[in-house]
């Protein structure tokens, strides 16, 4: 099954994070299928961002709304939901990063868990079909160093506050599920609610702080070497591209077979790209060469050393599955800082990727 340009165009789609990494290239995506975009987000936080770079508001000025709010604000997330009237939602506003996780524990729950809460409670008053896409992570689950992909009924966890957010999340969503959609007096029979688990993403555009391959660019950009945290720690490298295709998929299937679909959901790469943070780096060297050296210590926050996602429920059921392999994920997103580095504009070398990976 491929995406569907029919289905979105002119489609009411509420996206949250849109002024993130994913968010961005997401917004972009949607908006050359046609899709009519409200956005959800806190303003980007770095001067330099993708979504800033894109200038969708100014190059689709008829298609994309955008609303800098807190998720933690309830009244402001039910106005705008009002004001947007989804067909879709496409959640992936987050606190995202481990690290922040542990600097700011509080507010990682509060955006994680209570930010999600707010945004169904206001879904609860739409008056029509709404099919719902919650994002969460691949580190929703209990991680026991499996060398097995994770599936999606095995046990949720989370040693680090992010993660246990996420995993929170999810339990949170499906009670929310299990108890409000539905033909009861006390529920909706409107929405259809569906959780997305993705693997690590890469890919150009990404600025911010604490992940390997923005790092790796600014180091290396500015002739600096490299400090590899976690050098043996495994993850499902993917690119941006590949869970993206997989929500849109996804929506498309909760709108048209609700009861089918409105479940948990794992997308992740082939398992040739479960690779080290090390081999990440060696890959990423030929490309755009530069220094790197192991700072692990025994002192560090605690992070998953090895983490894979099984994938065959989308691949069998959505019919989705990952179109790039390892080398050409690092080769994509190596050679789009490049470009934008030697003066390429981020908005063609997005819609370059998008049009290489077959979009729409």
Known sequence: MSIDPAFWAGRRVLLTGHTGFKGAWLALWLLQLGARVEGLALPPEATTSLYGALELEHRFPEQLQSHLLDLRDAEAVAAAVRHARPQVVLHLAAQALVRRGYADPLGTWATNVQGSLHLLEALRCLPHPCAVVMVTTDKVYENREWLHGYREPDRLGGHDPYSASKAAAELAIASWRSSFCGSGAHQTPHLAIATARAGNVIGGGDWAPDRIVPDAMRAWAAAETLDLR??????????????????????????????????????GPGLESNRTVQELVLALQPHWPGRWRDCSGPGAPHEAGLLHLAIDKAVSRLLWQPRWDFATTVARTAGWYRQVYEGASPLACCQADLEAYGAG
């Not at 993206?244 to 409105?262: I, K």
């Open 230 to 267: 976690h050098p043996r720690a495994t993850r499902p490298w993917q690119h941006v591209l590949e869970p993206l295709g997989g929500y849109l998929q996804l929506a498309e299937a909760l709108s048209r077979h609700p009861a089918a679909f409105a479940e948990a959901w794992n997308f």
